[in-house]
């Protein structure tokens, strides 16, 4: 998906030099008027493109949106040498981690792009570039902004919330947290201005109506909001909707994709070393118990015979040769996440007979024997479904033992306490705002 047009790409992503999260001290270039990078559909579509370019930054490809919430749970373990990386490992991040303030960095760097899109489109003036398909173009780009700022609000709880381009210099840049109700706020006002306005996808590789109302189901089961929930999850999968048609992993709803021209290292990153690959990030013991005999899915997550090591098998582009050009997509959202939040909501409703279809077409898909929930086994029972039908596919493990209140039970014996509830901010980032205040976290 990298912009075509070179040139308009450097006038774009200049705009993204002086995000909120990194500010390096570097000589003002906001002399370039914002006016410039985007005037006409080909322009719009293009910084669009830019977008989703930065969603495929490499340090989130791998560390963001995948492996640091991996470490800092019972999912995956820290295989590698760098220090960064096994801090989360230990469950032991200190504010001045780096690869966590690349992250960080990286996620702004998306939502200052994606505020120039929402900010600039609207009052492009051509000829034939409707209204609608700006709507369209701006639409994406808040589909966009909301997943990272959900990202962000899951890992890191209170962030700062910037709805304008930042292509300035100085004050304008200390930008105070915003509290997890506003933060939750202007991510569903994002996402429902994505489903109202965005077309129809011919790729679950687009935002779409589907992915942005999949994406609300997800924030109300995160919110607690059970009868949105369910009702969200309902209306993605249709009237009818049998899992057990679908194989596993064909159901996406919106995936990162790539290409060889434009590819990822996580094969590499997952791949053991008898195939060429790093091994920077390994199944947990508790990943590998998790999944019964008899689990289809295991034979497509997990090798555990092969060699003296075991690894995950979502990324299978293991080979040294494969890094940096290997097309693995990320799985951000599958109807098998619709259909187990349409069970949960239905279980904490009361409505055990609904939660157990839904539940069980997950289970029957991967070959297993069906389960009745009831009001004693269904948080269990859904938390452990939940931990094997997503394996290294993102964050889900970790805000699921937190959403539900079992992180320190779970993970209290890999040394998870009340205080790892929240990931510091980066400390370069609270030194250089006045306005920003570090979090209460461990090592703060």
Same mark, same amino acid.
């Given at each position: 998906? +990298?912009?075509?047009?070179?040139?308009?790409?450097?006038?774009?992503?200049?705009?993204?030099?002086?995000?909120?999260?990194?500010?390096?001290?570097?000589?003002?270039?906001?002399?370039?008027?914002?006016?410039?990078?985007?005037?006409?559909?080909?322009?719009?579509?293009?910084?669009? @493109?830019?977008?989703? %370019?930065?969603?495929? $930054?490499?340090?989130?490809?791998?560390? /963001?949106?995948?492996?640091?919430?991996?470490?800092?749970?019972?999912?995956?373990?820290?295989?590698?040498?760098?220090?960064?990386?096994?801090? =989360?490992?230990? *469950?032991?991040?200190?504010?001045?981690?780096?690869?966590?303030?690349?992250?960080?960095?990286?996620?702004?760097?998306?939502?200052?792009?994606?505020?120039?899109?929402?900010?600039?489109?609207?009052?492009?003036?051509?000829?034939?570039?409707?209204?609608?398909?700006?709507?369209?173009?701006?639409?994406? !780009?808040?589909? *966009?902004?909301?997943?990272?700022?959900?990202? *962000?609000?899951?890992?890191?709880?209170?962030?700062?919330?910037? *709805?304008?381009?930042?292509?300035?210099?100085?004050?304008?840049?200390?930008? %105070?947290? %915003?509290?997890?109700?506003?933060?939750?706020?202007?991510?569903?006002?994002?996402?429902?201005?994505?489903?109202?306005?965005?077309?129809?996808?011919?790729?679950?590789?687009?935002?779409?109506?589907?992915?942005?109302?999949?994406?609300?189901?997800?924030?109300?089961?995160?919110?607690?909001?059970?009868?949105?929930?369910?009702?969200?999850?309902?209306?993605?999968?249709?009237?009818?909707?049998?899992?057990?048609?679908?194989?596993?992993?064909?159901?996406?709803?919106?995936?990162?994709?790539?290409?060889?021209? $434009?590819?990822? @290292?996580?094969?590499?990153?997952?791949?053991?070393?008898?195939?060429? /690959?790093?091994? %920077?990030?390994?199944?947990?013991?508790?990943?590998?118990?998790?999944?019964?005999?008899?689990?289809?899915?295991?034979?497509?997550?997990?090798?555990?015979?092969? =060699?003296?090591?075991? #690894? /995950?098998?979502?990324?299978?582009?293991?080979?040294?040769?494969?890094?940096?050009?290997?097309?693995?997509?990320?799985? =951000?959202?599958?109807?098998?996440?619709?259909?187990?939040?349409?069970?949960?909501?239905?279980?904490?409703?009361?409505?055990?007979?609904?939660?157990?279809?839904?539940?069980?077409?997950?289970?029957?898909?991967?070959?297993? !024997?069906?389960?009745?929930?009831? !009001?004693?086994? #269904?948080?269990?029972?859904?938390?452990?479904?939940?931990?094997?039908?997503?394996?290294?596919?993102?964050?889900?493990?970790?805000?699921?033992?937190?959403?539900?209140? +079992?992180?320190?039970?779970?993970?209290?014996?890999?040394?998870?306490?009340?205080?790892?509830?929240?990931?510091?901010?980066?400390?370069?980032?609270?030194?250089?705002?006045?306005?920003?205040?570090?979090?209460?976290?461990?090592?703060?």
């Amino acid at each position: 998906m +990298k912009i075509n047009n070179f040139l308009i790409l450097m006038a774009v992503m200049s705009l993204g030099l002086f995000s909120c999260a990194d500010l390096e001290d570097v000589s003002p270039i906001n002399s370039i008027p914002t006016e410039a990078a985007i005037t006409s559909e080909a322009s719009a579509k293009a910084a669009l @493109n830019g977008v989703y %370019s930065e969603v495929q $930054d490499a340090t989130l490809v791998f560390d /963001g949106w995948l492996a640091l919430p991996q470490f800092f749970s019972d999912e995956a373990d820290a295989t590698g040498t760098f220090p960064t990386r096994l801090e =989360f490992g230990n *469950l032991n991040v200190f504010p001045a981690n780096g690869t966590m303030a690349s992250v960080f960095t990286d996620l702004y760097d998306v939502i200052n792009v994606a505020n120039n899109v929402i900010t600039l489109v609207p009052g492009v003036s051509e000829d034939g570039f409707t209204d609608a398909e700006k709507n369209n173009i701006v639409a994406e !780009a808040k589909f *966009l902004r909301a997943m990272c700022y959900l990202h *962000l609000t899951t890992l890191w709880q209170e962030v700062p919330l910037v *709805l304008t381009p930042t292509s300035d210099v100085g004050d304008v840049l200390n930008v %105070s947290v %915003s509290s997890q109700d506003d933060l939750y706020n202007q991510i569903k006002t994002d996402l429902n201005d994505a489903a109202t306005n965005l077309f129809t996808a011919t790729s679950n590789f687009r935002a779409s109506q589907q992915a942005a109302n999949a994406l609300l189901a997800r924030v109300a089961l995160y919110q607690g909001n059970w009868a949105e929930a369910q009702s969200k999850a309902e209306g993605v999968l249709g009237a009818g909707f049998d899992l057990t048609t679908v194989p596993y992993l064909d159901d996406q709803i919106y995936s990162l994709n790539f290409t060889t021209n $434009d590819g990822n @290292n996580l094969g590499f990153f997952y791949g053991p070393s008898d195939l060429g /690959g790093r091994y %920077s990030i390994g199944p947990n013991p508790a990943l590998i118990a998790a999944f019964e005999p008899g689990d289809a899915r295991f034979a497509v997550t997990l090798d555990t015979s092969s =060699f003296t090591t075991a #690894y /995950g098998l979502k990324y299978p582009s293991f080979e040294a040769a494969n890094a940096g050009v290997a097309t693995d997509p990320i799985y =951000f959202i599958r109807h098998a996440e619709m259909v187990l939040i349409a069970a949960e909501a239905a279980a904490e409703q009361g409505d055990f007979a609904t939660a157990s279809t839904y539940f069980n077409q997950v289970r029957t898909r991967a070959g297993l !024997a069906d389960i009745t929930l009831d !009001a004693d086994n #269904y948080v269990d029972a859904i938390l452990k479904e939940r931990f094997t039908e997503f394996a290294f596919e993102g964050p889900q493990r970790l805000i699921d033992l937190r959403r539900r209140g +079992k992180a320190e039970e779970v993970l209290g014996p890999l040394g998870y306490d009340a205080c790892d509830a929240v990931w510091p901010l980066p400390q370069r980032d609270v030194d250089r705002n006045v306005n920003l205040q570090q979090n209460n976290c461990c090592n703060c």
